[in-house]
Antibody
Framework: VEMLDSGGGLVQPGGSLRLSCAASGFTFSSYVMSWVRQAPGKGLEWVSAMSGSGAGTYYYADSVKGRFTISRDNSKSTLFLQMNNLRAEDTAVYYC????????????????WGQGVLVTVAS | QSVLTQPPSVSGAPGQRVTISCTGSTSNIGAGYDVHWYQQFPGTAPKLLIYGNSNRPSGVPDRFSGSKSGTSASLAITGLQAEDEADYYCHSYDSRLSGSVFGGGTKLTVL
């Protein structure tokens, strides 16, 4: 299993950024995928999750609801996170993470993680 | 402020046993949701250490163990080694928030 996060960088407050996570080594469409972030020197914060193929269920943390959109392209085994109206407090390393389940992260661990990508929101 | 509460730091000498607590509430751990634990070294992604309260993924030494009771869970590390020095995070699900929640993390120092 391998997951490669990309798309991070420096963006001004109010700006947008799209993160990608290219996965391999497992049947991507069969699993819930999530984004988890970690602000500099801080702990882990779950951001969003999307169910596997066919289920079409989305979950968001209150801190990003209405600003971030999770999506996936199962044909390319890739997870995305579209981040709009970015704020300074969104500055963090963003990790994609896989859960061993099809529909929900409830009761499931994150068994594989990407290497993370840094997003910096500053003027 | 994290939904799950962990001590900021713990320490122990090589060979000793340490425990890290994770306290939640009736909408997460106390509601019966499983607790998972991760180990993270500086500059790297977290690694799953314990899942489903007390299960070890393949390759994790049996020096690491987990337990859960009521609204709390614990990670125990026996036979402490210098290479165990890292940050440890607990993780569960919260029905009120409808999402995953983490503890604030605990830094383990091996003296």
């Amino acid at each position: 299993v391998e997951m490669l996060d990309s798309g991070g960088g420096l963006v001004q407050p109010g700006g947008s950024l799209r993160l990608s996570c290219a996965a391999s080594g497992f049947t991507f469409s069969s699993y819930v995928m999530s984004w988890v972030r970690q602000a500099p020197g801080k702990g882990l914060e779950w951001v969003s999750a999307m169910s596997g193929s066919g289920a079409g269920t989305y979950y968001y943390a209150d801190s990003v609801k209405g600003r971030f959109t999770i999506s996936r392209d199962n044909s390319k085994s890739t997870l995305f996170l579209q981040m709009n109206n970015l704020r300074a407090e969104d500055t963090a390393v963003y990790y994609c993470a896989k859960a061993p389940a099809l529909i929900s992260v409830a009761n499931k661990p994150f068994d594989y993680w990407g290497q993370g990508v840094l997003v910096t929101v500053a003027s | 402020q994290s939904v799950l509460t962990q001590p900021p730091s713990v320490s122990g000498a090589p060979g000793q046993r340490v425990t890290i607590s994770c306290t939640g509430s009736t909408s997460n751990i106390g509601a019966g949701y499983d607790v998972h634990w991760y180990q993270q070294f500086p500059g790297t992604a977290p690694k799953l250490l314990i899942y489903g309260n007390s299960n070890r993924p393949s390759g994790v030494p049996d020096r690491f163990s987990g337990s859960k009771s009521g609204t709390s869970a614990s990670l125990a590390i026996t036979g402490l080694q210098a290479e165990d020095e890292a940050d440890y995070y607990c993780h569960s699900y919260d029905s009120r928030l409808s999402g995953s929640v983490f503890g604030g993390g605990t830094k383990l120092t091996v003296l």
